[in-house]
């Protein structure tokens, strides 16, 4: 029961709990990062298990249920509290004055803007929050809703041994990571921003963007796995492509790499799924 890979899955579990610790604490770059371990030791569990041959049921269920945490209510979670951080960014700009009200560091803004959603949505104190507008956040809450679904299918589908059905719930979270993560590094530059970083930080973006990516886990959108059974480019063109192009994005755009790879990721099984059916046809 206590072998190595279901170790290193709990360790997985354990990694998402710290994210949802640190998402809440304001500390949305130490949230992402744990997020990023927890990814790591995903990976790392299921090739420490086929290398150890301990391959079993139990393991399926632990990763399963780890997964729910880490890449379901842990992204959630840090959404939650992005759309909140995105209702009201006014502390960021000048006023009639000159003067810019927020000075001080990202993780004393974030506490701040949770502090007052919070005494608003639970206390009825009259500011900006005071309205219909405190229940969005809860929209963030269908990553997790959606990513149980996703989980347990995966567990039951045997289409999904070559091809993931759905975007995978790790996928979705890398996505998810890149709003806080951005957020966080450009928060002192937020005035300089441009008009459509700013419309892609309104909470009413980042709730249609955490519907859309959560409605995607479920749907039967066939989609590449990284899963080699021989390394010919013919079988594998669009997966050497992809970490070509990853490669070469991480280091020229940095944080961006993050939407560019998952978006390219989709388009590339997208072009794969119908090349393959056109095959098909024709043979």
């Known amino acids: 029961m206590f072998g190595l890979a279901n170790l290193i899955t709990s360790f997985n579990l354990l990694g998402g709990i710290c ?3 640190f998402s809440l604490s304001g500390r949305l770059d130490w949230a992402v990062y744990a997020l990023a371990i927890a990814a790591l030791l995903d990976f790392l569990d299921g090739f420490v298990a086929r290398l150890t041959n301990t391959n079993g049921l139990l393991g399926k269920q632990l990763d399963s249920l780890a997964d729910l945490v880490s890449f379901g209510v842990a992204p959630g979670i ?5 759309i909140i951080v995105g209702i009201d960014p006014s502390g960021l700009f000048k006023n009639a004055e000159g003067v810019q009200t927020y ?5 004393e803004y974030v506490v701040a803007q949770l502090i007052d959603w919070k005494a608003a949505f639970f206390y009825g104190r009259n500011n900006i929050y005071n309205a219909s507008i405190r ?3 809860f929209v963030a809450l269908i990553i997790p809703f959606f990513a149980l679904f996703r989980l347990a299918k995966f567990n039951i589908d045997e289409r999904q041994t070559d091809k993931f059905i759905g975007v995978p719930t790790p996928t ?4 998810f990571a890149f709003f806080p993560l951005y957020f966080w590094f450009e ?4 005035s300089h921003q441009s008009a459509f970083i700013q419309s892609l930080f309104d909470c009413y973006t980042l709730s249609i963007i955490a519907v859309l990516f959560s409605v995607l886990m479920v749907v039967e959108l066939p989609l590449l796995a990284l899963k ?12 050497y492509l992809l970490l070509l192009i990853s490669l070469i994005s991480i280091p020229l755009f940095l944080v961006w790499a993050i939407p560019i790879i998952v978006i390219l990721y989709l388009i590339l099984s997208i072009i794969e799924h119908f090349q393959f059916k056109k095959h098909e046809i024709q043979s």
């Open 19 to 21: 994210s949802i610790i």
């Open 78 to 82: 840090l959404m939650f509290v992005m």
């Open 103 to 107: 000075g001080g560091v990202a993780q």
């Open 135 to 137: 229940f969005l956040p």
């Open 172 to 175: 979705a979270t890398i996505f």
């Open 187 to 190: 928060l002192p530059n937020w």
């Open 228 to 239: 080699f059974k021989s390394f010919a480019w013919k079988d594998n063109q669009y997966r």
